[in-house]
């Protein structure tokens, strides 16, 4: 990535359909909010609370610039609660700023000079004096390393950032999209989703445990309500394709 948009975005990642035949993408909620480039628009996408179902044309290629924790809401110029679960054309945000940033991406069929160019046109739409949201950042690192075993996780926060409770929400929900319960819920998932990951062969009780459930049930649980279906299910969807 070029360095102008690394104080911007984490990552740039791709994902292209099927020629053939589009099967609908569900797409679980992760804590991340992303700046898409889908048939020839930006949109954003997130933050997701709940499960979003996505259909797409098939053979579309969308490339995502992902916003660093605390960022998107300054350089979208909208609080991220405004954007929850929602799939948003930048052009609702910006109106014809955002059509004209598209007017000056050349779309190409090779998808790294597609990144390169659309690289070129996001660097020179980076908002004057952007600085990113640095207490946000730490909370969310925070709550990404998860608190002390028994710590209730509000008081927790509360301490580390010297917030009050009301004050944490509104914060949250501008960051983020929603308050801290919830992203600790999202992470804690994603948690055990990367051990899984790294000990494919370990137990599902004792990943659980180790990411920072109660048990093997409080996991299944949470999984069902975040992605629609238990840990079991997704992986074997994983494994058929």
């Not at 917030?163 to 960051?175: C, G, H, I, K, Q």
């Not at 948690?191 to 990951?197: M, Y």
């Not at 494919?200 to 659980?208: D, E, M, N, W």
């Amino acid at each position: 990535m070029t360095p102008a948009l690394s104080d911007s975005f984490s990552c740039v990642w791709t994902h292209r359909m099927p020629e053939l035949s589009a099967p609908p993408v569900i797409v679980t909620p992760d804590a991340t909010i992303d700046l898409q480039w889908v048939e020839g628009k930006f949109r954003i996408a997130g933050p997701d609370k709940t499960p979003q179902t996505e259909v797409l044309k098939p053979g579309s290629t969308v490339i995502g610039f992902r916003f660093r924790p605390g960022t998107a809401a300054q350089w979208l110029g909208a609080a991220a609660h405004e954007l929850l679960n929602q799939r948003v054309m930048l052009d609702e945000l910006w109106g014809a700023k955002a059509q004209r940033l598209a007017a000056t991406v050349h779309e190409d069929e090779d998808v790294a000079a597609l990144i390169a160019s659309l690289e070129a046109t996001l660097a020179g739409a980076v908002p004057e004096q952007l600085s990113t949201d640095k207490v946000m950042l730490a909370a969310f690192t925070l709550i990404e390393r998860g608190p002390p075993p028994g710590v209730p996780l509000i008081p927790w926060l509360g301490r580390a950032l010297a917030m009050s409770e009301r004050t944490l929400r509104r914060r949250f929900d501008e960051a983020f999209g929603y308050g801290p319960k919830t992203l600790d819920r999202i992470l804690r998932y994603q948690r055990f989703r990367k051990l899984t990951s790294a000990a494919p062969q370990a137990s599902t009780a004792q990943l659980a445990v180790e990411a920072g459930y109660a048990d093997q049930a409080h996991l299944v649980r949470e999984s069902r309500r975040l992605t629609g279906a238990t840990p079991r299910t997704l992986e074997r969807m994983r494994r058929s394709g």
